[in-house]
């Protein structure tokens, strides 16, 4: 992963067995990658990510995130699914959800994990009594596509052709008035529209026979049906034209290293039993950064001059020098650092690093 590119984090998620991987691929250019299985049993196991040169942004990264197919219910474990759900909100700037069939009542319980999601991230480290948080989720959650495979309706409402937007916006229509059963039905509806600002909807045709299906991989763009080409193609490009860079809470871009430094503190939060911070996170991988670059900038600086023959009481000025340029670095690129915590560990660094420089040195001077 470049450390420098925008990563534009695509994520699929869905039901096992409704053809997620075969998605992923096409949006790679790819006839495989992601092991797309031909049985019951779900093929990807927890989160698999790829990463290709992006199609039409300069200097970007797609990243394409396949996450493990969620209801199975061999593995038992409900909090396993909602997680997996989670990591794939908080890693992605376009989140695809992938269902068969129609768009009903039915379809959009099973995307209950998108009602649990206040419960499972926090976007602040602390929010007024009167906030809900909604603005802030939508601020910084990916946009929302809902894939559906093998589609066999006419999309047709009261007499007259509608879009597939128009499809999944008249799939999110709240109903009316007050009951336990109203509110069960609106919830998953009201989520939806509360936490992703973008929506968009992609229908798919079946893709070929019962028996061709079985080997996607295989099979060539001639004996896939032309409908369910023409729309393959039509939400791929939708995805690489529309699909942002990811950001964080601040605004942030991120960079291959932080997407890194991002999955391993959200996973570190999840394994001790917390709940994922986004302000939290965003100061933390802010602050590291600006450490570790300040300090690259100090070591630069330098080796330039170490070379050079002087006095003692010169190197002495120059590394003060170096070590006040560095600071001004840091305090450019830092985040919230109120207690001074990351500018006392860059000063450890800075300790650590002049060790080992008059180490090597010496042992030249030796030499």
Not at 3 to 12: D, F, L, Q, R, T
Not at 246 to 267: F, M, P, S
Not at 296 to 302: A, I, K, P
Request: charged share 25%; glycine share 6%.
């Amino acid at each position: 992963m470049g450390s420098m590119s925008g990563m534009v984090a695509v994520s699929v998620v869905g039901l096992y067995r409704t053809g997620k991987s075969y998605l992923m691929n096409r949006l790679a250019g790819q006839q495989s990658g992601f092991a797309l299985g031909s049985t019951i049993e779900s093929k990807t196991k927890g989160i698999w990510m790829w990463c290709v040169p992006h199609a039409n942004k300069k200097g970007h990264t797609l990243v394409l995130l396949d996450t493990e197919g969620l209801g199975d219910v061999a593995k038992g474990d409900e909090k396993h699914d909602t997680w997996i759900f989670c990591l794939a909100v908080l890693f992605s700037s376009t989140l695809v959800y992938n269902s068969l069939g129609v768009i009903d009542n039915m379809a959009l319980e099973k995307l209950h994990y998108v009602t649990e999601l206040t419960e499972n991230i926090c976007v602040k480290a602390e929010v007024g009594q009167d906030e809900d948080g909604s603005a802030d989720f939508m601020r910084v959650f990916p946009s929302f596509v809902w894939a559906v495979c093998n589609f066999t309706l006419q999309l047709i409402k009261e007499d007259k052709p509608i879009t597939s937007d128009e499809y999944l916006g008249s799939a999110l229509e709240l109903k009316q008035g007050y009951s336990r059963q109203i509110d069960r039905f609106n919830l998953p509806r009201r989520c939806l529209c509360k936490f992703f600002a973008v929506r968009k909807c992609f229908v798919f045709p079946r893709p070929a026979s019962t028996q061709n299906m079985r080997r996607m991989e295989e099979l060539t763009e001639k004996e896939l049906d032309s409908e369910f080409l023409e729309q393959a193609n039509t939400f791929c490009h939708y995805v690489y034209n529309n699909a942002e860079p990811k950001i964080v809470n601040g605004g942030r871009t991120i960079t291959g290293t932080a997407l890194g430094n991002l999955a391993e503190v959200y996973i570190e939060a999840i394994s001790n039993g917390k709940v994922p911070c986004l302000e939290n996170t965003v100061v933390s991988l802010a602050n590291v950064r600006a450490v570790e670059q300040a300090l690259q900038f100090y070591m630069t600086e330098m080796l330039s001059i170490a070379q050079l023959p002087m006095r003692p009481e010169e190197l002495s000025d120059i590394h003060k020098i170096a070590e006040k340029k560095a600071i001004e670095v840091f305090i450019t690129m830092t985040f919230n650092d109120n207690d001074q915590i990351y500018q006392k560990e860059l000063m450890v660094q800075y300790l650590l690093t002049n060790k080992i420089m008059d180490r090597q040195e010496n042992s030249d001077r030796q030499i």
